[in-house]
């Protein structure tokens, strides 16, 4: 049964604007979540550290700790869903934005009604990745050997056998490299990983293909400039090489 997006959903918006603090706020309220807020990424992190936070709403210029770096905190350390909002239009922006781990990216002036679907929409994978994660600690998991690390596929991350802590995947990460790793040694076009972001409220495109590979790689530890699992097929794609 697919539960009800926003019961009890808790979204934190975090923006040093009162204007759009104060509208974000008020409009999820009415949707009947629960909204906290804040002007800085330190306050945030306050409110994230004592509530149930399902979703930020994130700002990327904001005084003190930007946007980006409290992304990059947040997702190295957990599945939390993350929409940055900005006033800027350059592609960049958004490009930097999804390497830091963030899962959506939308620009000012926004529209309510679209944020509020691509929240839905966002909330509704991180609760439904929590419900896998819960299932997974009481049955055996599904692994998938990569070079030195095996995959979980319930939990959706990677860990070392000599016991390091997990690292977890977002789950595009997981899905585009489940579909490399379970294609030993055949090349994937990039059309054909676009094809796996499923469930994605913003369009997969050829350079969101190699910003995840590139984040992948990070995590596995695999050099980017001499790879020795995600290799790079020019003119192509990508393939798994389990050698």
């Known amino acids: 049964m697919?539960?009800?997006v926003n019961a009890q959903a808790q979204i934190l918006v975090i923006d040093d604007s009162d204007v759009t603090r104060e509208t974000l706020v008020s409009y999820f309220e009415e949707e009947g979540f629960i909204v906290h807020s804040a002007e800085t990424a330190e306050h945030g992190e306050e409110l994230l550290a004592i509530h149930d936070i399902d979703m930020v709403l994130l700002d990327i210029r904001?005084?003190?700790?930007d946007g980006l770096t409290l992304t990059r905190e947040l997702r190295s350390a957990s599945e939390i869903g993350i929409i940055l909002v900005t006033g800027r239009q350059d592609q960049i922006d958004r490009i930097i934005g999804l390497e830091c781990g963030a899962d959506e990216y939308v620009t000012k002036p926004f529209n309510p009604r679209e944020i509020l679907a691509r929240s839905k929409n966002l909330i509704r994978r991180v609760r439904k990745l929590k419900t896998l994660e819960?299932?997974?600690?009481?049955?055996?998991?599904?692994?998938?050997d990569i070079g030195p690390w095996k995959m979980d596929i319930h939990r959706r991350w990677l860990k070392k056998a000599d016991g390091d802590e997990p690292v977890q995947l977002t789950e595009a990460e997981f899905q585009l490299l489940n579909a490399l790793a379970t294609n030993p040694g055949r090349s994937l076009s990039r059309d054909e990983l676009m094809d796996r972001?499923?469930?994605?409220?913003?369009?997969?495109?050829?350079?969101?293909?190699?910003?995840l590979i590139g984040r992948i790689r990070r995590k596995l530890?695999?050099?980017?400039?001499s790879p020795k699992w995600l290799i790079t097929v020019h003119g192509v794609g990508y393939l798994y090489s389990p050698e």
Do not use: H, M
């Open 197 to 211: 972001l499923r469930n994605r409220s913003w369009n997969a495109t050829d350079r969101t293909i190699d910003v």
């Open 221 to 225: 530890q695999d050099d980017s400039y």
């Open 2 to 4: 697919t539960p009800v």
């Open 134 to 144: 819960r299932s997974a600690e009481k049955e055996p998991g599904g692994f998938i």
């Open 62 to 65: 904001l005084p003190g700790k």
